[in-house]
């Protein structure tokens, strides 16, 4: 009986998101709905740097709104509708003395900012720092480690599970980085690509890509050396393996989230 409830609580929870995913599907997947990461503060105060705007089409615009679309340099624009022209619409960010140079033709306007979600990329920004990468890999770490009796020792499948993680993670990090470079070249201000300073970016990420990659392997082979030999200390050794593999983990996930918003525009 427990199971039949919590499978007809998940069908109930499955139909009540449906409309919410139907009405948000994003462009990409032929959707009509664009998600941007406004990043510059042209949009201050009313728009801080870091927000998240969903945008939608309209069949009408007026003047006031805020509305979104690609510039000359195929970057996305969150800007306001101070005019109406025969040409298009004349745009102004809130925070800049002059109107924008060309006018926005009607049928390259992306749509009209439906939401404004504050503070997501402060949270970005956060976690992309030392402590907020600290605090995440705890947190990543206490929910891969489940909670156990304290005479029972650090069991081999849990500490494992991390490894596994991390390498998905690391595939998927590096398809995305691959693929966003391919997509806009600007991007890569985004991305946490290490040796990006010393070689062409798609090298540094291919890598990058190796070295997390061998370097979680190892880990995965230490462990598995000292569960076999089982020396003193073991399970803290084991713990420090886990912890670095965490932080790996970690910084695969943020790379992650700081290119979702080049696929969902």
Request: net charge neutral; charged share 15%.
């Amino acid at each position: 009986m427990p199971n039949l409830k919590l499978k007809k609580k998940s069908i109930i929870g499955l139909v009540a998101i449906l409309p919410v995913l139907f009405f948000l599907w994003p462009t990409h997947l032929y959707g009509n709905t664009s998600y941007i990461m406004l990043l510059g503060n042209s949009m201050y105060p009313n728009i801080e740097s870091g927000t998240l705007i969903i945008v939608q089409p309209d069949e009408q615009y007026l003047l006031g709104d805020i509305i979104a679309f690609v510039n000359e340099d195929n970057v996305n624009v969150v800007h306001r509708i101070v005019e109406e022209t025969d040409e298009g619409f004349v745009t102004k960010g809130d925070n800049n003395p002059k109107n924008d140079e060309e006018a926005v033709p009607y049928d390259e306007v992306l749509g009209r900012a439906k939401f404004i979600i504050p503070y997501v990329g402060f949270t970005s920004l956060f976690l992309k720092s030392p402590l907020g990468m600290a605090i995440f890999g705890v947190w990543v770490l206490i929910l891969v480690l489940p909670k156990k009796p304290r005479k029972e020792k650090v069991g081999e499948g849990h500490i494992f599970k991390i490894f596994h993680v991390a390498l998905g993670a690391n595939v998927v990090s590096y398809v995305m980085t691959q693929v966003a470079l391919g997509i806009d070249i600007k991007s890569s201000e985004i991305m946490n690509i290490p040796l990006a300073n010393f070689l062409e970016l798609s090298t540094a990420s291919t890598i990058s890509f190796a070295l997390f990659f061998s370097v979680i392997v190892a880990f995965y082979f230490f462990v598995r050396n000292i569960e076999s030999t089982k020396p003193k200390g073991g399970d803290k050794i084991k713990l420090i393996f886990a912890a670095s593999g965490t932080m790996i983990l970690v910084i695969q996930i943020m790379n992650i989230i700081n290119l979702l918003p080049i696929f969902l525009t």
